[in-house]
């Protein structure tokens, strides 16, 4: 088992920058490719960018790709989201969710294992 903890979350104006976390602990010692997915309310959760667990490999939804950067950081099994230029359309609950695979997980929630309990974030324009 995996747990996921989001953090860094909150309110911030149209144009402003955010830093997401997202702590691993339990089996943190098999390789997992993680990701970062948002939801609206009534929404379905929509895929935001993986990460492999290398680092090396990283795909991006069109809507952030320029804007958003993914990165990790095995040694504290933390993964981060750096967003940058915020639009009030980056209103959503943020996700973190991980895989245990040695490349990419995917864009489809359903293939990913384990899941944070998510956290706010808030562009007002």
């Known amino acids: 088992q995996v747990q996921l903890v989001e953090s860094g979350g909150g309110l911030v104006q149209a144009g402003d920058s955010l830093r997401l976390s997202c702590v691993a602990s339990?089996?943190?010692?098999?390789?997992?490719?993680m990701a970062w997915f948002r939801q609206l309310p009534g929404q379905e959760r929509e895929f935001v960018v993986d990460i492999s667990w290398s680092g090396s490999s990283t795909d991006y939804a069109d809507s952030v790709k320029g804007r958003f950067t993914i990165s990790r950081d095995n040694a504290k099994n933390t993964v981060y989201l750096e967003m940058n230029s915020l639009k009030s359309e980056d209103t959503a609950v943020y996700y973190c969710?991980?895989?245990?695979?040695w490349g990419l997980g995917g864009k489809k929630p359903r293939e990913y294992e384990y899941w944070g309990q998510g956290t706010q974030v808030t562009v007002s324009s």
């Open positions: 339990g089996r943190t010692y098999d390789t997992y490719a």
């Open positions: 969710a991980a895989r245990r695979t």
